[in-house]
């Protein structure tokens, strides 16, 4: 059981807003800043959303996050055939004094 | 352009040792803190752990399920980061991934892992 809570999958149709959620506790979510990566079939992670709600450069920014008290999200707005992709959450984690991931969320396109 | 390459993955037996390397470029190796996160086949990624940089003590923090078995180390010279694994067991198999930054310390908790590299397969089997 990952320690940050997300759906395994979610889906939408090109053009919709999708929301992916991910649930923490005041050891993490509650007092640390939360991350967005984004990992392609047979790919590396990649960083899309950095300290809550910033994008890197490059980043589109149908991409967005928000965090709210132990909880975040991660929007995707102009839903594309290649944000399909695994979407993970991760944050530090204050009692476990380590990084701690979302079990991930498998983002399909139908 | 920012460049991890890991290397030093493969097939290793229980109990064995193994050592990975993450060769960097395109950035000042030295300024920044180095971490490893592992990925399980067919499995979410987990943290493995993070080295500091010297400026800030060369100081590391690992996951509980590796601690006292990994160690993490750094040739700031070469702009290689290390990661020793002793006493492997079949649950280390993973794709070991080398990023950047992802440093945490008392005062300073803005650390995130920016870059990543391709990733290692590293398999424990008898």
């Known amino acids: 059981q990952s320690v940050l809570t997300q759906p395994p999958s979610a889906s939408g149709t090109p053009g919709q807003r999708v929301t992916i959620s991910c649930s923490g506790s005041s050891s993490n979510i509650g007092s640390n800043y939360i991350y967005w990566y984004q990992q392609l079939p047979g790919k590396a992670p990649k960083l899309l959303i950095y300290?809550?709600?910033q994008r890197p450069s490059g980043v589109p920014d149908r991409f967005s996050g928000s965090k709210s008290g132990t909880s975040a999200s991660l929007a995707i707005s102009g839903l594309r055939s290649e944000d399909e992709a695994d979407y993970y959450c991760?944050?530090?984690?204050?009692?476990?004094?380590?990084?701690?991931f979302g079990g991930g969320t498998k983002l399909t396109v139908l | 352009e920012v460049q991890l390459v890991e290397s030093g993955g493969g097939l290793v037996q229980p109990g064995r040792s193994l050592r990975l390397s993450c060769t960097a470029s395109?950035?000042?190796?030295?300024?920044?803190?180095m971490s490893w996160v592992r990925q399980a086949p067919e499995k979410g990624l987990e943290w493995v752990g993070f080295i500091t940089s010297k400026a800030y003590g060369g100081t590391t923090e690992y996951a509980a399920s590796v601690r006292g078995r990994f160690t993490l180390s750094r040739d700031d010279s070469k702009s290689i980061a290390y990661l020793q694994m002793s006493s492997l067991k079949t649950e280390d198999t993973a794709v070991y991934y080398c990023?950047?930054?992802?440093?945490?310390?008392?005062?300073?908790?803005?650390?995130?892992?920016?870059?990543w590299g391709q990733g290692t397969l590293v398999t424990v089997s008898s």
């Open positions: 990023t950047r930054g992802g440093g945490i310390w008392s005062g300073y908790r803005a650390g995130y892992f920016d870059y």
């Open positions: 991760a944050g530090w984690d204050d009692s476990l004094s380590g990084w701690v």
């Open positions: 300290r809550n709600y």
């Open positions: 395109g950035f000042n190796f030295a300024d920044y803190a």
